[in-house]
């Protein structure tokens, strides 16, 4: 009885990593069918980005699809920085250990948004693909 009283919490967890594995394929399956719209998009536990013509989308990923979209043109932005833990890093040098990083978006109202990545590698992918379009957008309005 004492062996089986020992084989009881393991089984309890168990089933608690069995329950975020199938609560986390949900969310990337919700995630693949919000995507379609898109022409570009990413997944992380953080957040969902999709990206359509100068708009860009994102928002929280749940199991019945991404929660608290917040959505922006590309001409509102005046510029893009990287975030690290918090810091302001350049993307030329970022860090090695990152345990969050972010996007921030800098409008040309000085407002700020700021998109969370978990992969400071992916993040600088979004940087730099961002900072071009935004100049191809610049460069054909003049």
């Known amino acids: 009885m004492e062996r089986g009283l020992l084989w009881l919490p393991l089984l309890a967890v168990f089933i608690g990593l ?11 399956e919700a995630y693949k069918v919000w995507a379609q719209q898109f022409e570009r998009a990413k997944y992380d536990i953080f957040a969902v980005l999709g990206q359509s013509g100068t708009l860009l989308t994102w928002g929280t990923p749940t199991r019945k699809g991404p929660i608290a979209l917040k959505t922006l043109s590309l001409p509102e932005v005046s510029q893009i920085t990287l975030k690290a833990d918090g810091q302001t890093v350049d993307p030329e040098n970022p860090p090695e250990k990152v345990r969050r990083s972010a996007l921030v978006l800098i409008l040309r109202d000085d407002n700020s948004q700021e998109i969370p990545f978990t992969e400071i590698s992916l993040a600088i992918q979004w940087l730099n693909y961002l900072r071009r379009e935004i100049q191809a957008l610049q460069s054909a309005s003049n």
């Open 18 to 28: 069995a329950w975020a594995g199938w609560n986390e394929y949900q969310k990337v």
